[in-house]
């Protein structure tokens, strides 16, 4: 009997299940050239449903030269054929392989802040699109041993990880991802309607507005591994202060017991015990910077520790997240930034979410 592979599993489930490929479609894949063999996989199977491919592959030294080197006109160079591209591609695949996660730490944050805002306007085009109905997206992993060594582990450990948050161990990877759609889509609806959420924990305490706000079920069709559910909060809403104690990095740079005090939707006060400097520069990056985007409660029980890698910590199992800088407008969300940077807070001790005065979360579980 033929034992199928990580890639052919990935591929089957990020095709069939997470974006629905079908004849006709134009799929664009993305990828570090270390993802070739999962590439491949996805090439072939796209193919075999009438569908068609396109590969872009990118070396691991490309941001950290252009960000090393490139003057101001290069760092906003925001080529032609792809924007034409984003406005013809029906689906996308993005996969995370990094060869080294840590390759931007020592990168100047303005150039790095300069690039993400030039990819502003391809994401309005791929939001608008998506809304429109003629466009989805995916994200998915594809292990390495830079991957690896960040999340603490062996490469084997690690690989067994990412097969069982994503849950390519069960028979039917497919029907697991749908069963977690049904319960979470219980969750969701035990807080649409809400007006008011209030996190208390460990140096927490922090009042949030729903109101009017969409709760969205996230079960393996954007992210895998994925298991949030979401909203983004009113943008003058936020007041009080949260501590973030598992550890996150964003743009390879690492952030530990990030502490942020809020003041009519504003962050007044930061700190952190590492990567305070990074920090105060992401928070004052733009207009949004400064502003909640998102909170979220992670529902994944296959990943139980910080990896650091937000694809997976994001999700983690009685965790929670908040994400500063850009909103989600099928949320209804309307703050914009080129930041949106999610931090993680660990609910599984003393920790409680009140609706509209009800607790209805405790120690990491809805109750």
Not at 27 to 39: A, F, N, R
């Amino acid at each position: 009997m033929r034992v199928e592979s990580y890639e052919t599993k990935m591929a089957n489930l990020i095709l069939k299940y997470s974006l629905n490929i079908v004849k006709d479609d134009i799929v664009l894949i993305k990828s570090e050239t270390v993802g070739e063999p999962l590439v491949r996989e996805f090439v072939k199977e796209i193919i075999k449903l009438g569908a068609h491919p396109i590969v872009r592959f990118h070396i691991p030294e490309h941001k950290e030269y252009l960000v090393k080197y490139g003057k101001e006109s290069q760092l906003t160079f925001l080529p032609y054929f792809e924007l034409q591209q984003t406005e013809t591609i029906t689906a996308y695949i993005y996969i995370d392989c990094l060869s080294n996660a840590r390759s931007l730490s020592r990168s100047d944050p303005k150039k790095l802040a300069m690039i993400q805002k030039t990819g502003i306007k391809l994401r309005e085009i791929m939001n608008k699109r998506e809304a429109e109905g003629k466009f989805r997206w995916c994200i998915c992993p594809y292990p390495t041993n830079s991957m690896a060594q960040d999340a603490d582990m062996s490469f084997t450990d690690y690989s067994d990880f990412v097969f069982e948050s994503c849950k390519l161990n069960d028979a039917n990877p497919v029907l697991s991802w749908k069963k977690v759609e049904a319960e979470q889509k219980k969750i969701v609806k035990k807080l649409t309607g809400s007006k008011e959420l209030l996190i208390v924990g460990k140096d927490t305490e922090l009042k949030l507005s729903v109101k009017d706000r969409l709760w969205i079920n996230c079960c393996g069709h954007r992210n895998m591994p994925d298991g949030e559910v979401f909203t983004s909060p009113i943008e003058t809403s936020a007041e009080g202060e949260i501590l973030f104690d598992i550890p996150t990095t964003y743009n390879g740079v690492e952030a530990e017991d990030v502490r942020l005090t809020f003041k009519n939707g504003i962050i007044v006060n930061s700190s952190a015990k590492k990567g305070e400097t990074f920090l105060k520069r992401m928070i004052e990056m733009d207009e949004g910077s400064n502003k909640v985007g998102e909170i979220a409660f992670g529902l994944n029980d296959c990943i139980k520790d910080a990896s650091r890698n937000i694809l997976f910590d994001e999700k983690i199992g009685r965790s929670m997240h908040l994400a500063i800088g850009s909103s989600y407008e099928e949320a209804l969300g309307k703050n914009k930034s080129a930041l949106h940077w999610d931090l993680i807070k660990d609910m599984r001790k003393g920790s409680k979410v009140y609706i509209d005065g009800k607790m209805i979360y405790k120690d990491g579980k809805f109750i």
